[in-house]
C-alpha cells in the first residue's frame, strides 16, 4: 500500500502539464487489436490503468514497446485466445476487449471486468446491442462469452447513452463489411477520437461526435499513427486545485473546447479563469469563491463530468454560500463525504446521490483512505487546502488516473511526498 504525505495550507504556483486523455487511450489500445500491423500512439499517459491494458493486449500476443515518455508502438498478431481472467478484473475498461475480439475472431469468453466501486455499472446495453448485431451472448460460470452468428446491417437505439457501449459497438463493427447505426449514441470526445483511430485504420464512420454514429468496417484494417487527446478531466482537475487553494497556475497542454462544460460551472463558482485556445492554455488565480450556482448535477456529454463531481465538493467547501450536487449516475459517488466532514468540512448527504454542501469552512488534515480515483484526487485537493498534515492511504488508487501526479505538484510548490 502507498500513502500521500501532505502538508497543506499553501498556496502553489507555476506551470503544470495536462497529460493524454486515460479514457480515450484505453479503447483505443483495444482497437489496435483488430490488425497485426504497427500502431504508433502519442500522448499516452503512463498510469496503472494503461499499464493494465496493455498486458492484457500483450497476453493476445501484442508486442509492446515504449519509444519514447509517452509514446508507443503496439505491433503483432493478436492471437484467438481469450484475455487472462486476472488481467481483466483490474480495471473497468477491460470489457472494451470483448468487442474488439468479437468483432476480430467471432468469439470471445472475458471475466467481469473491474474499476473502482462507485455504483452499479451493468452490461445490459453492451449485450443487447451485440445481439442486435448477431453476436450471442451467453453468462458462464466465470464471466461471459460472445459469439458470432450473423453479420448483417443493423440499426442499434442504445437503451443509454453508455460511452463504454458505445464503444463496444464501434470495436466490434470495425472489424466487418456491413453497415452499423448507433442511435443515442455516447458523444463524448474521448468516443470521437475512438472514432478518429478507427477512420485512420481504413473504418468508414460518419457522425463523429454526434448521437447517431454510422460505422462500415473492414475486413482487414491497418496500422495507424495517432495522438492522443489532452485530459480534460485532469485539467479541470487542476484548476479546481488552483482555485481551492488561492492559488495561481498556468495549466497547459489543455483541450479548451473540450473545457466548457468544466469552465461554464467554475465560473459560476467564481473562480476567475483564462484560456487561450491558440496555446492550449487556462490561467486560474484572484479567483472570488461564491455559490453561484444553486445546484451542480452531472450529465451526458456535453454535461458536467461525473469524474469532476468529487474534487468539485471538494471547491464547495471553500465557497460563500450552499450548492447542492447531484449526480443521478452512480450511487456510491458521494460516499467519501464523511471523509470532508471529518476534516472539518459542513456537508449534508441527503441520499446516495446528493449532497448539499455549505461554506466556506476551514479543513483541518487529517489521516485519509483514497476509495477510487476521482475521490482520491478530490482528497489530495483537500489536503492541500486544509491546515496541518495529512496521510493519504491507498494512493496506488489515485496512480491508476493521474500520471507522476506526486512530482508533478511538488514542481508547482506541493509539499507531497509518497511512503510505502
Known sequence: MSSFIISGGRQLSGEIDVAGNKNAALPIIAATLLTDENCQLENVPDISDVRAMLDIAAALGKKIKWTAANALSISGATEDRDPPPFLMQKLRASVLYMGALAGRHGTVAIAPPGGCVIGRRNLDAHFEAFREMGIAIEETEHGYRAARRQRKDTLIFLSEASV?????????????????????????????????????????????????????????????????????????????????????????????????????VLKKMGVHLETDGARQQMHIGNSTLKAGTEQVKVGLWPGFPTDLMSPLIVLATQTDGAILFHDWMFE????????????????????????????????????????????????????????????IDHAELIDRGYENIVQRLRAVGAHIRRVE
Do not use: W, Y
Open 164 to 264: 463504454t457501449a458505445t464503444e463496444n459497438i464501434l470495436l466490434a463493427a470495425a472489424a466487418e463489411n456491413n453497415t452499423v447505426i448507433i442511435e443515442n449514441a455516447a458523444c463524448e470526445p474521448h468516443v470521437a477520437d475512438l472514432c478518429r483511430f478507427l477512420i485512420k485504420m481504413g473504418a468508414d464512420i460518419r457522425g463523429v461526435g454526434s448521437n447517431r454514429i454510422e460505422i462500415r468496417g473492414r475486413k482487414k484494417l491497418s496500422g495507424a499513427e495517432h495522438r492522443i487527446i489532452a485530459d480534460s478531466i485532469e485539467s479541470g482537475t487542476f484548476a479546481i486545485l488552483a482555485a481551492a487553494t488561492r492559488s495561481s497556475l498556468t495549466i497547459r497542454n489543455v483541450p479548451v473546447d473540450d473545457m466548457r462544460p468544466i469552465t461554464h
Open 332 to 391: 456510491s459517488r458521494m460516499f467519501f463525504v464523511d471523509k470532508l466532514i471529518a476534516m472539518g468540512a459542513r456537508i449534508t448527504l441527503c441520499d446516495p446521490h446528493r449532497a448539499l454542501v455549505s461554506g466556506p469552512a476551514g479543513l483541518r488534515g487529517q489521516v485519509l483512505s483514497s476509495p477510487d480515483i476521482r475521490a482520491g484526487i478530490a482528497l489530495v485537493i483537500a489536503a492541500l487546502t486544509a491546515r496541518g498534515e495529512s496521510r
